[in-house]
Structures are given as C-alpha cells and as structure tokens.
C-alpha cells in the first residue's frame, strides 16, 4: 500500500522558515507528480506547489517567492521549503502524489503553525 508520510512541521515565529519533507514508499516515485497543499481551520484544502517528475514546478500566487519544492527521486522524497512565514501560513500541509495511472494519494498532514 503507497505510504506518504510527511515530517517538518512545527511552531515558528513570523519571518521564520521551516522546511517539510515528505516520504513516499511502495510507489514508482520518480515517475509521480508531487505536491503539497494546505488547510487552515475552517477553510477549503488549496494548492500549495506541485512538482512533476521532470521538475517543473507551479506555485499558488501567495507562495511564489517565498516557498520552494523540490524532489529527489534518489530518496522517494519531496520537500517544501518555507520562507518569510507569515500567520496566514498556518495550517496543516498534506503531501499530494498523483502515480502514473492518474490515482492521487495523500499524506497524513503535518502541522505548522506560524506565531506573530
């Protein structure tokens, strides 16, 4: 079963940065679209950035600039690298893996809570 598994969340000041990983097993990795979305409380899951297996990337409007993903399909992985954090940055963060067949999977979510 394909396992995602995200880490790298956690409480940091305004103007902070954090930088999320996440982990994919049982999934033919570099062949797989990666992203990362969000979800503040009380609020729809929205498009954070996504990566496809040849790099290119796309970012929501909001993130351009100060988040960065990336991927290493030595290591299964993708991250996210956060900077400049703002409140407006709290949220969970899920990792998002879309496999060769058109099926998505979808990470845990982790936690990041960005303090003023």
């Known amino acids: 079963q394909v396992q995602l598994v995200e880490s790298g969340g956690g409480l940091v000041q305004a103007g902070g940065s954090l930088r999320l990983s996440c982990l994919a097993s049982?999934?033919?990795?570099?062949?797989?679209?990666m992203g990362w979305y969000r979800q503040a409380p009380g609020k729809q899951r929205d498009l954070v950035a996504h990566?496809?297996?040849?790099?290119?990337?796309n970012y929501a409007d909001s993130m351009k600039g100060r988040f960065t993903i990336s991927r290493d399909n030595a290591k299964n992985t993708v991250y996210l690298q956060m900077n400049s954090l703002k409140p407006e940055d709290t949220a969970v963060y899920y990792c998002?893996?879309?496999?060769?067949?058109?099926?998505?999977?979808w990470g845990q979510g982790t936690q990041v809570t960005v303090s003023s």
């Open positions: 049982r999934i033919p990795f570099s062949v797989s679209t």
């Open positions: 998002t893996l879309k496999a060769p067949n058109g099926r998505d999977y």
């Open positions: 990566i496809t297996t040849g790099g290119g990337t």
